[in-house]
């Protein structure tokens, strides 16, 4: 893909003011410096194995065109802090779509990006309530790629950013690797009130509200899982679902050789 039909895929997603300044930075850091083709297929053995629905979408490339969207992940902080903010958001869109299991070939943890979509979904995701973010007649806004987005008041605002049709056109999510990506990134840097961005939290920009200190809501790994998933996860003693996402953040980190840094839980915080 030539960089200018990149860069018209993102306009929407940059202000026009902020464009030139954007573009630079873009054009000087690509999160492919910190994470190689052959670190991308050592994390995700699985992920092109028969088993999984998902075989042969989620390709190194993808990723990569994608994070060009969004300049500032994996590129706020020192070393240790950008590759522990990518291997955060690798780990978490693993156990997203993990086909994992405790006695897995080479454990529960090496089966990230197996699942493209929901499989059995309890219903079509629609809040009917939500009037800014209206359902199309007979769409289903079930998860879909890395992050699974869910919902049409996701749906909606990530296609707004990123320029496609999320309420009338949800599938592409499955259907378009990149698109796939970027959703899952447009989750990960996008502050929803009164969650921060999970990329905040693991750069350490995020302050804690009075209410967030109340709901014991420290910064951490624990904290990104809370805000992905936290009213049915968080505030649970030794749920297996955060334990899933611990155990592929561990696993990652050592492959980036960082640390994890504290707070990994978030059994003792109250959801948002
Ligand atoms: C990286 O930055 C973090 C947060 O600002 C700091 O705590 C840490 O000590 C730094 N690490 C190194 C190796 O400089
Ligand atoms: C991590 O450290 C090992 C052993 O020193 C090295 O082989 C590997 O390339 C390092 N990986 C990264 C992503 O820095
Ligand atoms: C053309 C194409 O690949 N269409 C697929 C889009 O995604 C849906 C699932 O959400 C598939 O059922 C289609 O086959």
Known sequence: MSSWVVLLSCILFSSLLSFASWEVEARRFVISSLISEDLFDAIFIHKDNN?????????????????????RFGNTGNLTTRKREIAAFLAQISHETTGGWATAPDGPYAWGL???????????????????????????????????????????????????????????????SIIAFKTALWFWMTEQRPKPSCHDVMVGKYVPTASDVEANRTPGFGLVTNIINGGLECGIPNDGRVNDRIGYFQRYAKLFNVTTGPNLDCQNQKPF
């Open 51 to 71: 088993a999984c629905p998902a075989k042969g979408f989620y390709t190194y490339d993808s990723l990569i065109q994608a994070s060009k969207c969004f300049p």
């Open 114 to 176: 197996c699942f493209k979509e929901e499989v059995s979904p309890q219903s079509d995701y629609c809040d009917s309530s939500n009037t800014e973010w209206p359902c199309a007649p007979a769409k289903s806004y079930k998860g879909r790629g890395p992050i699974q987005l869910s919902w049409n008041y996701n749906y909606g605002p990530a296609g707004k950013a990123l320029g496609f049709d999320g309420l009338n056109n949800p599938e592409i999510v499955s259907n378009n």
